[in-house]
């Protein structure tokens, strides 16, 4: 007998508008993201500035509405000045977190410029690692101002007239780990970002600051550190952030599938922690949360810790450059519909990254730009999850698993557009072996009708797309089903479905 699943929705049972930069990315000075990525001077389809104008045609169709910079473990001894002025004086620097030769040829002006052409706007990170408030000032000036004072001068003697007006600053990034060049007890960061944000809002009072938090849920100081972080930081900042890398780790494709669970309680963690500091504060300001690095991360790990021991100092190396396969994607389509039913209180989220660096694009030098697997689930979010987020009320059996236990076979998220036209159900039978008959109850949707349905079907988990030879990519079914305000569809096993209904003209 088939598998079912019944799911109901109503549209007057809301989770939250989404905010846009909910489907945000990040571009770091790491590897082949910047160089020999969205800048390859040269390449065929470079335009006058360097920049690769099909991977911009592949970032717009993404509609990415952030994308974080400079980093990343990499702005924790960046110095922004040796990447401002005239191209010539730029000076090359070593950089420890990768282990990387930094040439510099592209820095904020050039940042700013890419993004314009790429339809997106910039998330900039200071360096609290090896400098301070001091040099994010510096920074913020000659960024934000128009004012007729150092920084601000220099900015328009180096071409740029108008400010760039960055809204979103990251106060460094991931303080907590050992690994980070500057690295902070939570008191020290804590004293540190509320410090920093405080004279930031100072100069500019319309900027948001994201507090940095755990690099992920298994650090020895979770929770700990978002608890000080923010006992220290609260009134000064907007946003604490939370990172996580999704890894198989030699386990099943069930227990992958199963691992994104875990991403209610780390989300739903840091909130009450938020609202514990909020509590004690007596505080009118709620804390939301930024999502700013998720993605899966663990095929190149290993080469790549060897390569920066055996060769490091290069420039642009191949470095984490992950090739995504079946199961990754639907992983990631995990992730984003449990972003999407937190959207209440995660506002902003960047997959990390976009170019190259664990990325949905991948490049060849002086050849093609590619769509990975993982290019799918994020595009079809960031087109069809603008809106409304709905209650999701999900009726469905659950499978054993060998690490998680019993779960449940289908996660869904629905999306009333901002027009409220569309409606976007978004998805997953995470049992490996049985298809599943959705039932999907529309409450209040009269003069919706099924429109499309696109999804992404393997039979091979390990299947992986390259230049040329896009083996995994979305197809369109018709197999719907649909009367009564009810919509019937039979969801393949291991599959990521976006299922579209449109209201009548
Ligand atoms: O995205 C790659 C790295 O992962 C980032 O530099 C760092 O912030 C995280 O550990």
Known sequence: MTRKARLITDKDKTISVIDDRLYGSFIEHLGRAVYDGIYEPGHPCADEDGFR???IGLVKDLNVPVVRYPGGNFVSNYFWEDGVGPKENRKKRLDLAW?????????ISEFVKWAKKADTSVMMAVNLGTRGTADALNL???CNLDTDSYYANLRREHGDEKPFGFKLWCMGNEMDGHWQVGHKTAYEYGRLAAETAKA??????SIECVACGSANIDQPTFATWEKEVLEQAYEYVDYISLHQYFDKKDGTTEDFFASIDNLDEFINTIASICDDVKKAKN??????????????????????????????????????EDDYTFEDAVVNGLALIKFINHSDRVKIACLAQLVNVIAPIRTEKEGPAWKQTIYYPYEHASKYGR??????????????????GEVTDVEAAVVLSKDEDLLTVF????????DIELEVELNGFEGFTAASWQALESDDM????????ERVKPADKTEIIFGNGVLKATLKSSSWNVIVLRKAA
């Open 99 to 107: 282990s990387t030769t930094e040439p510099n040829e592209v820095g």
């Open 462 to 469: 390990l299947l992986t797309n390259d230049a040329g030879n």
């Open 283 to 320: 505080s009118d300001k709620t804390v939301y949360l930024s999502f700013d690095e998720w993605n899966c991360w663990y095929h190149t790990i290993a080469q790549d810790d060897e390569r920066m021991k055996n060769d490091p100092w290069g420039l642009a190396p191949h470095l984490l």
């Open 53 to 55: 104008t099909d991977v």
């Open 427 to 434: 998805a997953v039978n995470r049992n490996v072996n049985e």
């Open 200 to 205: 930031m809002k100072m100069m500019d009072d």
């Open 387 to 404: 809106g409304t987020a709905l209650r999701a009320q999900i009726i469905t059996d659950t499978h054993n698993t060998v690490k998680h």
């Open 140 to 142: 913020l000036e000659y």
